[in-house]
Each structure stands twice: as C-alpha cells, then as structure tokens.
C-alpha cells in the first residue's frame, strides 16, 4: 500500500514548515506522520537539525506523486516526491 513517502524540499525552512502544519492533521480516517529524514549513520548524531529530506506516512493510499506535492507544496518549493509502491 502506498502509505508512505518522501518529500525533499528546497528550503530548509519549508520543510520546518511543513513538520510544524502538517504533522498530526486528520486525512481520511488516518492521523498523518510528518517528520524528518534522517539517514541511519546520521541517527547516531543527535544534533540533526538541518534538513530538507521529510519522512511522511498515514496519507491515503490513494494518494499519487501530484497530489502529495501539490499538499505539502503549500509550506514552499518542493524539489522531489517518492511515494512507496
């Protein structure tokens, strides 16, 4: 089920944005994750703050590539979409 994916963003602050508006809304019957991405050699560092990688799961599975970029292009310029399969 395509209920997770990624957004990078072009912006530092966009991705801020986003985590800060869209983390916890209501879609559907599910309440949407949206966090970081971070790599898993970068988790050992604690100090991650600088990204533009998001983290998003709980979207409805019908969701496509259009409708996940036009939904988080809101918070700023989004550079790529991947969407599980």
């Given at each position: 089920?395509?209920?997770?994916?990624?957004?990078?963003?072009?912006?530092?602050?966009?991705?801020?944005?986003a985590i800060e508006k869209a983390n916890g809304m209501k879609i559907g019957e599910s309440i949407c994750f949206v966090g970081p991405f971070i790599k898993r050699e970068e988790k050992e560092e604690k100090d991650v703050e600088s990204f533009t990688n998001l983290?998003?799961?709980?979207?409805?599975?019908?969701?496509?590539?259009?409708?996940?970029?036009?939904?988080?292009?809101?918070?700023?310029?989004?550079?790529?979409?991947?969407?599980?399969?």
């Open positions: 089920s395509r209920c997770y994916g990624f957004v990078h963003y072009e912006a530092e602050e966009a991705a801020k944005l983290y998003v799961k709980h979207f409805p599975p019908a969701w496509d590539d259009a409708k996940l970029t036009s939904t988080f292009a809101e918070y700023g310029e989004v550079v790529s979409v991947w969407l599980s399969a």
